[in-house]
């Protein structure tokens, strides 16, 4: 089975200035993991809270009901439990490895990949959990959070 994961890459990139500044201060552009840690730290919360809490709206991608006879059986046997949560397992199978210029958030439920595979299906709806585009809210955060964590490190350093 593929391993369904949402990859966020950083190419930090500037004019002489910006990067001639980052070295006067000791800045070390090849290694952003503690910026990553915290970006995966906030994507893993936010893929297994707001995203399920507002069944994929928080991502612009609203999941379709259960279907008539699965909800009868799913109201019997796991009462009060929302769309995609039987066990509460898939919700907190969420990870996320850091690498000195990457993150990778990712989930070991067995039956997450058909949720957010957008494979051709007959049975399982398309019910994505992971979505980051340029320009959204989360991207908007990412960026902030990297931002912060570049300024604590230029104010640890010695810089402005």
């Known amino acids: 089975m593929a391993d369904q994961s949402t990859r966020v890459h950083i190419n930090i990139s500037g004019d002489k200035d910006v990067v001639a500044m980052l070295?006067?201060?000791?800045?070390e552009i090849k290694d952003m993991q503690p910026a990553m840690q915290d970006v995966g730290k906030y994507l893993k919360?936010?893929?297994?809270g707001e995203v399920f809490a507002s069944r994929g709206g928080a991502i612009g991608e609203r999941w379709p009901r259960l279907s008539t006879k699965y909800a009868a059986y799913k109201a019997k046997k796991y009462p009060g439990r929302p769309v995609l949560v039987r066990t509460g397992v898939m919700?907190?199978?969420?990870?996320?490895k850091s690498k000195p210029l990457q993150v990778t958030?990712?989930?070991?439920a067995a039956h997450f990949v058909y949720h957010q595979s957008s494979a051709p299906r007959s049975?399982?709806?398309?019910?994505?959990?992971?979505?980051v585009?340029?320009?959204?809210?989360?991207?908007?955060e990412i960026v902030k959070i990297i931002n912060n964590r570049l300024a604590q490190t230029i104010k640890a350093k010695g810089g402005a």
Not at 45 to 48: D, L, P, Q, T, W
Not at 105 to 108: L, M, R, V
């Open 133 to 140: 585009e340029e320009g959204d809210q989360r991207y908007q």
């Open 91 to 96: 919700q907190k199978s969420f990870t996320y």
């Open 23 to 27: 070295n006067s201060v000791g800045l």
């Open 123 to 131: 049975l399982i709806p398309y019910r994505p959990m992971m979505k």
């Open 45 to 48: 919360g936010f893929f297994s």
């Open 105 to 108: 958030i990712s989930n070991k």
